[in-house]
């Protein structure tokens, strides 16, 4: 089976730190989704490790890391990517294989992205600018370049094609831009990832499967980023719920066994967009501090709030989550009490559903406040307080709780339901 790990809010979760942790069960380890605009953040002894494109298990010896071809990848930032993990014997080449559906982002992608976002003025969605959505749009409008490409005889045509459609739109913006230094490192990395398995996605993996082995899969962003079902139009360009898992992977529905959705304790965002419980005032920018909520990716500081509980439940629907893991519960300890958003007041009338346009409907979050718990000495019997907060959500989620993670390192995750 497939289990699916996924981020229930608007990204940055800490699902890598929770497929890290949880990579010992599974043989391999599959991006389905998504591109270097994710960050996951791990703490490894000591030590901080931020992925973009390589999934979470790459530190487990013994274990396969696969980029399916739902993953639209960035040569060179995948090859930096690689060579700080070989600089700290990480040995990359023998735990990574890519999909060769995979589609490749090209540095026109990159400047395209920056141009359109540049071009929108107070209307910018807060794009990442790594080339993603313009890659996407390639892909659907069938132009575009795959992994698989680079070991083909006709891919500088088929470059060069695809480069000089992109120059030509951007003579519709007013942007200045340098193309040959980065078109000189992308050439770089391509040659260096030619010598990095590739696989025929539908086969390695149902094969893979065939045999009995057991797949995590790791999905990027959040379900509130999700293309269809997000806060449209600030959103992300891919799908990323469970249904993307199929589609990115090559599977089909049948093999989806548990789904573990990710929720922090609070709420954050990087971007534009809608944040119903976002809290713009001294109580944010303590919780942006304590948790230190700055994107992996970007470094940008997070817009930060309350947990969204019907924002939550909404996510749960469409993912079909069977286990809840929350992370950053340690972050309340700084408050006497905290919030959770229970209810939207949306034209005077209180509902716990999620309106068809978020972006333009006035909505005050109504809340519930619980008392925190203080330091957590005995992970065997959790604090009243946070005992009190894991019911309320299971109740309110109609979901289990299966973790709950208490500070950054592996040791600080609390197992309350083993996940087998």
């Not at 045509?157 to 519709?172: I, N």
């Not at 969204?308 to 749960?316: G, K, M, R, S, V």
């Not at 905290?338 to 034209?347: A, L, M, N, P, W």
Request: glycine share 10%.
């Amino acid at each position: 089976m497939v289990d699916v790990i996924l981020g229930l809010q608007w990204g940055d979760e800490g699902k890598g730190k929770i497929v890290d942790y949880l990579a010992d069960k599974y043989d391999i380890i599959a991006r389905f989704q998504g591109g270097p605009n994710a960050g996951h953040t791990l703490y490894i002894e000591g030590k901080k490790y931020v992925l973009h494109t390589i999934p979470s298990g790459i530190f487990r010896e013994g274990k396969t890391n696969y980029i399916g071809n739902g993953v639209v990848i960035d040569p060179i930032t995948l090859l930096k990517e690689i060579e700080n993990l070989e600089a700290q014997n990480i040995p990359v080449k023998n735990r990574l294989i890519i999909s060769k559906r995979a589609n490749l982002i090209l540095p026109t992608h990159k400047i395209l992205d920056a141009a359109s976002e540049a071009s929108k003025g107070n209307s910018k969605i807060g794009s990442t600018l790594k080339g993603i959505g313009p890659t996407y749009m390639d892909k659907t409008g069938r132009n575009g370049l795959r992994i698989g490409d680079i070991l083909q005889d006709d891919f500088m045509v088929k470059y060069e094609l695809l480069k000089s459609k992109h120059l030509q739109l951007l003579q519709v913006y007013n942007y200045d831009f340098e193309l040959e230094e980065a078109e000189e490192q992308w050439f770089e990395a391509i040659e260096k990832l030619k010598s990095y398995q590739q696989v025929e996605s539908v086969y390695y993996i149902n094969e893979a499967l065939k045999s009995g082995k057991r797949i995590l899969a790791e999905g990027a962003q959040g379900s509130m980023l999700d293309i269809d079902f997000g806060t449209y139009p600030f959103v992300t360009s891919s799908n990323t719920i469970t249904a993307a898992v199929c589609t990115g992977l090559g599977i089909s529905p049948q093999n989806i066994g548990e789904v573990i959705g990710i929720t922090k304790a609070y709420c954050t965002r990087v971007g534009g967009g809608p944040f119903p419980s976002e809290l713009e005032d001294e109580v944010g920018e303590k919780l942006r501090k304590e948790g230190a909520e700055f994107g992996a990716t970007t470094g940008r500081p997070r817009r930060c709030g309350w947990i969204d509980l019907p924002a939550l439940n909404y996510t749960c629907i469409i993912n079909g989550v069977t286990k809840l893991v929350i992370t950053k519960a340690d972050i309340l300890n700084a408050f006497d009490e905290f919030g959770i958003c229970t209810q939207y007041k949306i034209d005077g009338i209180e509902t716990n559903e999620l309106p068809f346009d978020m972006v333009n409907k006035k909505i005050e979050p109504v809340y519930s406040y619980f008392k925190s718990w203080g330091n957590i000495e005995n992970t065997q019997t959790l604090p009243q307080e946070l005992q009190a907060y894991v019911t309320y959500l299971e109740k309110y989620l109609n979901t289990k709780v299966s973790m709950v993670s208490n500070g950054p390192g592996r040791e600080q995750l609390i197992e309350l339901e083993a996940i087998k």
